[in-house]
C-alpha cells in the first residue's frame, strides 16, 4: 500500500476513477496523488455543489487544485444579496501534514453534509462560497520538507514586509516561488472581497491573527477578541493570540498579506505539535474533531465578520439630522458616510464622517439638512466593512420609509407669553370694574 502510495505521488493525476479507501484517509496523510484522486471524485459525484478549478501549479508542475464548494443553483443569495466568500488553504510547508488534512476536512464535512441532507449545511451552502485549496506545496509534500524545491520557505514569501524579520528562506523575492505568486492572484482575481482567510498549519496548538511583524494589537482586534472568547467560552481552550506574541516575529506570511493588502480578517490556524510523520494511529476525524468544530463555527458566522451596518431611523427635525443605526457585525468601521443622490446618481448630500464599534447602537447628529428634500432621489450608507485600511468599501441603499420627518407646531401667536399676560391685565380690568361703585 505504501509502495502505491509513494508511485502515484510522483505521477501528476488528471483525473480520478477511484479514490483511497477511508482506512488510507483516516490513518495516512494524503500525498499529492491521492488528493488528485479524492478531489476529482468529489467534482465528479457532486457537480451541483462542487467545482474543482486549478489555480497554478508548483515549481514541479503539479496542480494548485482549489475545491469550490457552494449550492451553485444559485448565484446569489435567496433574499438577492451576494453570498459570503471563506477562503482556505493548507500546505504551505510540506511536512505540516495535518494543517493539510484540516482543510481536507473541512472540506469533507460541507460535501458529505450536503449529501446526507444536513439542514444548517444546506443552509450555509446556500449563502457561502467556500473556496478550499488543501495543499499548496504538493513538492514540498511529498518529499516530507518544509521546503519548496528551491528551499524557499514558502510562508515567507509574500509581498508584505517581505525578509524584514529575522528568517530563513524567504526567497530571492517577494512572490519569486510559482506556487505562492499562483495563491495571491487567486486572491487578488476570485476571492477579492473574501469574509474570512484562514491558513492551515501544524507545529503549535494554537490560532494566530496578525500581526507577525509587530507586537501590536490590529486595526480589527474588536473582530479577533470577539472571535476568541466565543471559541473558548463555546468549543475550544486553543490559544488564540497575536501572531508575533504567540509565535515569534514573522514577516512575509499569507496571513499577513491577507489582512494587510487584501483586507481580509486572517488566522493561521496551528493544528497539532507533531511533524514529521506520514501517517497517525489516532483516527484523523478524531484527532481533528474539535479543530474541526471551530472551523465551522467560523464558517457558520461568517456573516458576522465585518461590519454590518443597519439603519433604524433618519430623523430630519428644525433642519437637523439625527441618524440611528445599528452595527450587528463584529467589526467596526470608520469613515461611514450617508448620502443621498439624485435619479441620475448625482450627490444632492452627503453627510460628514461617522464611526460605529463594532455590535453596537448609536445615536449620531450629522448636522443641518436643507428641509424639503428628503424625498427626492436614493439614500444609501457608504462604508468599509473593516478598519484595516485595505478593507472593501461597500454601498448599501437605505429604505425611504425610515425616514421621519417632524416639523414644530406653529401657535396662534407667535409670543404665547406675552398673550396670557394680556388676557390676565384685561380679566383683571374687567374684575376692577365690576367691583366700582355706580
Keep these: 500500500m505504501v509502495g502505491l502510495i509513494l508511485t502515484f505521488s510522483y505521477s501528476p493525476?488528471?483525473?480520478?476513477?477511484?479514490?483511497?479507501?477511508?482506512?488510507?484517509?483516516?490513518?495516512?496523510?494524503h500525498s499529492y496523488a491521492t488528493l488528485t484522486l479524492d478531489v476529482n471524485e468529489w467534482a465528479d459525484e457532486n457537480p451541483d455543489i462542487v467545482q474543482l478549478v486549478v489555480a497554478g501549479q508548483t515549481e514541479l508542475g503539479r496542480n494548485l487544485w482549489v475545491l469550490q464548494i457552494s449550492d451553485w443553483s444559485m448565484d446569489m443569495k435567496v433574499d438577492g444579496s451576494p453570498k459570503e466568500v471563506v477562503y482556505i488553504d493548507g500546505g504551505h510547508h510540506g511536512n505540516e501534514h495535518l494543517g493539510t488534512e484540516l482543510a481536507f476536512l473541512t472540506a469533507k464535512h460541507y460535501i458529505d453534509g450536503w449529501n446526507d441532507g444536513d439542514e444548517i449545511v444546506q443552509s450555509t451552502l446556500q449563502s457561502t462560497e467556500l473556496h478550499i485549496l488543501i495543499m499548496l506545496n504538493a513538492d514540498g509534500n511529498d518529499f516530507d520538507t518544509r521546503w519548496n524545491v528551491n528551499q524557499v520557505d514558502l510562508n515567507r514569501n509574500y509581498a508584505h514586509y517581505w525578509n524584514t524579520c529575522p528568517t530563513t528562506q524567504p526567497g530571492t523575492s517577494a512572490f519569486s516561488e510559482s506556487e505562492t505568486l499562483a495563491n495571491s492572484?487567486?486572491?487578488q482575481n476570485e476571492v477579492p472581497d473574501a469574509d474570512l482567510y484562514v491558513t492551515m498549519h501544524t507545529g503549535?496548538?494554537?490560532?494566530?491573527?496578525?500581526?507577525?511583524?509587530?507586537?501590536?494589537?490590529?486595526?480589527d482586534w474588536e473582530l479577533?477578541?470577539?472571535?476568541?472568547?466565543?471559541?473558548?467560552?463555546?468549543?475550544?481552550?486553543?490559544?488564540?493570540?497575536?501572531?508575533?506574541?504567540?509565535?515569534?516575529?514573522?514577516?512575509g506570511t499569507s496571513r499577513d498579506y491577507g489582512y494587510g493588502v487584501m483586507g481580509f480578517p486572517t488566522f493561521t490556524f496551528e493544528t497539532d505539535d507533531e511533524q514529521f510523520l506520514l501517517g497517525t494511529v489516532e483516527a484523523l476525524s478524531e484527532r481533528l474533531d474539535e479543530e474541526l468544530d471551530v472551523m465551522i463555527y467560523l464558517v457558520e458566522n461568517v456573516w458576522y465578520w465585518r461590519a454590518r451596518l443597519h439603519v433604524e431611523m433618519i430623523q430630519i427635525e428644525n433642519g437637523n439630522l439625527i441618524l440611528n443605526i445599528d452595527n450587528l457585525g463584529h467589526a467596526s468601521t470608520r469613515n461611514a458616510t450617508l448620502i443621498q443622490t439624485d435619479?441620475?446618481?448625482?450627490?444632492i448630500w452627503e453627510s460628514t464622517n461617522f464611526t460605529v464599534n463594532a455590535?453596537?447602537?448609536?445615536?449620531?447628529?450629522?448636522?443641518?439638512?436643507?428641509?424639503?428634500?428628503?424625498?427626492?432621489g436614493n439614500w444609501s450608507l457608504y462604508y468599509q466593512k473593516r478598519v484595516i485600511d485595505s478593507s472593501t468599501w461597500v454601498t448599501e441603499s437605505i429604505d425611504i420609509e425610515k425616514i421621519e420627518v417632524k416639523k414644530e407646531k406653529s401657535s396662534l401667536l407667535p409670543f404665547p407669553n406675552l398673550a396670557l399676560t394680556i388676557i390676565?391685565?384685561?380679566?383683571?380690568?374687567k374684575k376692577k370694574n365690576a367691583k366700582t361703585p355706580s
Excluded at 468549543?235 to 488564540?240: A, E, K, L, T
Excluded at 453596537?360 to 427626492?376: D, M, Q, R
Excluded at 390676565?424 to 380690568?429: G, H, K, V
Design 224 to 251: 479577533f477578541h470577539h472571535v476568541r472568547y466565543e471559541v473558548n467560552s463555546n468549543i475550544s481552550d486553543i490559544p488564540i493570540r497575536n501572531a508575533n506574541q504567540g509565535l515569534y516575529p514573522n514577516c
Design 204 to 219: 503549535v496548538w494554537i490560532m494566530l491573527y496578525p500581526w507577525g511583524k509587530w507586537p501590536d494589537q490590529p486595526s
Design 185 to 187: 492572484i487567486y486572491m
Design 359 to 376: 455590535s453596537s447602537t448609536a445615536v449620531i447628529e450629522l448636522g443641518s439638512y436643507p428641509e424639503g428634500s428628503e424625498n427626492i
Design 343 to 347: 435619479g441620475d446618481g448625482a450627490v
Design 424 to 429: 390676565a391685565m384685561l380679566l383683571a380690568a
Design 13 to 29: 493525476v488528471a483525473s480520478a476513477q477511484f479514490s483511497q479507501p477511508e482506512i488510507i484517509q483516516e490513518h495516512w496523510y
